[in-house]
């Protein structure tokens, strides 16, 4: 449903690393490089970094939140530890998850500019 999604970096160098480290654990590669936006991606920039060094840091109740798929639950494990280690924050350990449907596994993460975004796998199991 949705094609690509686009966030304001106010380090545009340093949200690239941080996201480059993140985003492999979830098969998202970094595919295009220009001066002011970086663009990650399976096949194309699906996820987008844009610079906009004088914007304010997210706000904690802003309620937006993105949701990346994983390809396993270890998957999820290293990009929460990923983004701990690149000076993200914990808002939400990897584990199970009751969601409406079904169960899954998930971690919550803030990213350098307070993003929340969060990984996401699905068993066939209920966990």
């Given at each position: 449903m949705i094609d690509h999604v686009s966030?304001?970096?106010?380090d545009l160098h340093a949200s690239a690393a941080f996201y480059e480290a993140v985003l492999a654990p979830l098969g998202?590669?970094?595919?295009?490089d220009r001066e002011a936006t970086?663009?990650?991606?399976?096949k194309y920039p699906e996820f987008w970094l844009n610079s906009r060094p004088d914007a304010p840091p997210e706000p904690?109740?802003?309620g937006t939140h993105i949701c990346?798929?994983?390809p396993n639950a270890d998957a999820v494990t290293a990009f929460h530890a990923a983004a701990l280690a690149g000076g993200g924050?914990?808002?939400?350990?990897p584990g199970p998850r009751k969601a409406e449907v079904t169960t899954y596994i998930g971690a919550f993460i803030r990213d350098l500019d307070?993003?929340?975004?969060?990984?996401?796998?699905?068993?066939?199991k209920a966990v």
């Open positions: 966030i304001q970096a106010r998202l590669n970094r595919f295009v970086v663009g990650f991606g399976r904690q109740n802003t990346l798929r994983a924050q914990c808002d939400g350990p307070g993003h929340k975004i969060e990984a996401v796998f699905f068993p066939k």
